[in-house]
């Protein structure tokens, strides 16, 4: 049963300090997809990779938050400096980019509390 | 721009009880439509879609149909039972992109 996975599942730091999360996407599945879910904003697209291209950032504060896909097994995101506004629970996704057939499978979720 | 406006929540319900989570949308051309539901302390999964006007989406009881007059995708299960408790999430996609753009969630409660 493919899955998409995150780590670190949980992470606590201090204001300040640089956070790196990851995603193992779906093997075969060339979109991925970071969302970041609070309770006020609730479900916003952060960035997203076709072929491990960035399509789009827009959703990303640029200064501090950057998304890489160093290869087609992994999707990074890293906040540096992170601040308490960026706790959240972060959201990596994948799909096979095909259109309307297209699914988008979603990992477990990193939870992020900056203190 | 492009939009889903999802029922305001929490819902309540018996066992056994009707359900409908109410869905509207804003988009230009054609979207797909979607259905995801969260579990507690999980990742989203998909529930159900539609991608054109009168496809119906069902699974486990769950079903929505895409309405282009109304622009509508109400979800509904005729008797839901305590698992069915989460937060449901109504998205669409516009035709030829890849992203989707979600609704707030609507958190469903189904007591015993």
């Known amino acids: 049963d493919a899955r998409v996975t995150q780590t670190p599942r949980h992470k606590v730091t201090e204001m300040g300090q640089e956070v790196t999360m990851r995603c193992q996407p779906i093997?075969?599945?060339?979109?991925v997809f970071w969302y970041r879910q609070t309770m006020m904003q609730g479900l916003e697209l952060l960035a997203y990779?076709?072929?491990?291209?960035?399509?789009?950032d827009s959703g990303m504060p640029k200064d501090r938050f950057s998304a890489e896909m160093p290869d087609a097994t992994l999707a990074t995101l890293k906040i540096q400096p992170s601040e308490p506004r960026d706790s959240a629970v972060y959201f990596c996704?994948?799909?096979?980019?095909?259109?309307?057939?297209?699914?988008?499978?979603f990992g477990p979720g990193t939870r992020l509390t900056v203190l | 721009g492009d939009s889903v406006t999802q029922m305001e929540g929490p819902v309540t319900l018996s066992e056994e009880a009707f359900l409908t989570i109410n869905c509207t949308y804003t988009?230009?051309?054609?979207?797909?439509l979607f259905w995801y539901v969260q579990y507690p302390g999980e990742g989203l999964q998909l529930l159900l879609k539609?991608?054109?006007?009168?496809d119906k989406g069902s699974n486990k009881g769950f079903e929505a149909t895409y309405r282009k007059e109304t622009t509508s995708f109400h979800l509904e299960k005729g008797s839901v039972q305590v698992s069915d408790s989460a937060v449901y999430f109504c998205?669409?996609?516009?035709?030829?992109?890849?992203?989707?753009?979600f609704g707030t969630g609507t958190r469903l409660t189904v007591i015993p």
């Open positions: 996704a994948s799909g096979t980019g095909q259109g309307a057939r297209d699914t988008q499978y």
């Open positions: 093997l075969g599945h060339n979109t």
């Open positions: 990779f076709r072929n491990r291209a960035p399509l789009d």
């Open positions: 988009a230009t051309g054609y979207p797909s």
């Open positions: 539609a991608t054109k006007a009168d």
């Open positions: 998205a669409l996609r516009k035709t030829g992109a890849n992203n989707l753009f």
